[in-house]
T-cell receptor, first 115, second 114 residues
Framework: EAGVAQSPRYKIIEKRQSVAFWCNPI?????LYWYQQILGQGPKLLIQ????????DSQLPKDRFSAERLKGVDSTLKIQPAKLEDSAVYLC?????????????FGPGTRLTVL | SQKIEQNSEALNIQEGKTATLTCNYT??????LQWYRQDPGRGPVFLLL?????KEKRKERLKVTFDTTLKQSLFHITASQPADSATYLC?????????????FGTGTRLKVLA
């Protein structure tokens, strides 16, 4: 089966600019996650969707970050305006459902550099 | 809040030996604990899941143990190979507002020397 697709793979922007990332999960996966991974750290959950509804966005900096999953399939994550500390890899993952026993399938990530 | 501790220092071992990685947590015991492998420039890949009522889980050369008394999980790779060199992440589930989400540790970098 095809894996989780993300684009772009790399992005370099200047601070205060905006940027958007796209994710296409594994077909049929109801749950979609966006993580931020700063160099040397583990992934940090930003937002979690079940179909097209948000189930957790407690760690999403809502003043600058937004995400949507309009038709319950693809998702976009946007940062506006970007700050230097947003430099990180943004990982998208999907799973069959919300239950804790479901494994997560990760995409390759988008490496963002904010100058 | 739940904290997860993994060895931040890299672990170097000789090929053929058993690698043992540690994941300690500070608060409540999770219902599920997962281990992932991450290679440079790639997303994590799921390896094993262990439930709170399981002491041990095996998959080929991999073994995971879960001790809720010690609040610790150990991840073993037997007969290690240079291809096992990667960062290994543990992830604990937490239930918040009736839904599961996972908290990841910082990972331990393993290097298997030929």
């Amino acid at each position: 089966e095809a894996g989780v697709a993300q684009s772009p793979r790399y992005k370099i922007i200047e601070k205060r600019q905006s940027v958007a990332f796209w994710c296409n999960p594994i077909s049929g996966h109801a749950t979609l996650y966006w993580y931020q991974q700063i160099l040397g750290q583990g992934p940090k959950l930003l937002i979690q969707f079940q179909n097209n509804g948000v189930v957790d966005d407690s760690q999403l900096p809502k003043d600058r970050f937004s995400a949507e999953r309009l038709k319950g399939v693809d998702s976009t994550l946007k940062i506006q305006p970007a700050k230097l500390e947003d430099s990180a890899v943004y990982l998208c993952a999907s799973s069959a459902g919300l239950a804790g026993y479901n494994e997560q399938f990760f995409g390759p990530g988008t490496r963002l550099t904010v100058l | 809040s739940q904290k997860i501790e993994q060895n931040s220092e890299a672990l170097n071992i000789q090929e053929g030996k058993t690698a043992t990685l540690t994941c300690n947590y500070t608060n409540y015991s999770p219902a599920y604990l997962q281990w992932y492998r991450q290679d440079p420039g790639r997303g994590p890949v799921f390896l094993l899941l262990i439930r709170e009522n399981e002491k041990e889980k095996r998959k080929e050369r991999l073994k995971v143990t879960f001790d809720t008394t010690l609040k610790q999980s150990l991840f073993h790779i037997t007969a290690s190979q240079p291809a096992d060199s990667a960062t290994y992440l543990c992830a604990l589930d937490m239930v918040a507002s009736g839904t599961y989400k996972y908290i990841f540790g910082t990972g331990t970098r393993l290097k298997v020397l030929a």
